[in-house]
């Protein structure tokens, strides 16, 4: 499942779900590399 | 010795801070942006909800250049130091939590100028606390806050600011 983006404008109060993109997927996954090796201490 | 005057408090305008609530978010997805920020000199994000996911990013205007140097420490739930956080001209604002962030309070400084802000973070859950303060070496006002977490996040997320 590919995850989500929610978008909030607080000027107008639009509010956007959707999937995340190529490139917002991929900086997803780098940003999540750390759970891959840091113990929960 | 004369007699010690204290000197009265101020009531010139724009001395307190005057924290107003700009929104609240109640998130539903991995990823959240806020956006479309303007005209305040400090902002304030707070959440507590139980079982919120792992931090993995935080940023600002959507910037995940190398413009991101922050320090600070971990305690864990026997009260000892388990971790250095240390970070110097990364691409997120904070270091990847590694256990779930139950209370999170984030208070950025300048957020108006085009000279770098500054900003802290506490946060805590069941297994740790984290404090940490950092800099964010960039020239654009900040219009928008990104959250990234491990999975799909629930929490309540209120944002605050200091009109500028």
Known sequence: MIPKIQIVNVLTGEVEIRDMNEQELAQYEIDNQPFLTTSNT | MGATTIPAASSAAGVSDNWVLISTTTASASTLSITGISGY??????????SVPQIASLRFNNDSGTKYSSAGWQVNNSNQVSRYLSAFLTS???EAGPSNTENFNLEI????????????????????????TGTYQATAAISSIQFGWATTSSAVVYLYGVAA
Do not use: E
Request: glycine share 6%.
């Open chain 2, 41 to 50: 000199k400090k902002l304030k994000v707070i959440y507590n909800t139980a």
């Open chain 2, 92 to 94: 997120s604002a904070i």
């Open chain 2, 109 to 132: 400084n300048s957020t108006d100028t085009t000279n770098a802000k500054t900003y802290t973070v506490l946060s805590g859950g069941t297994l740790y606390f984290a404090t940490a």
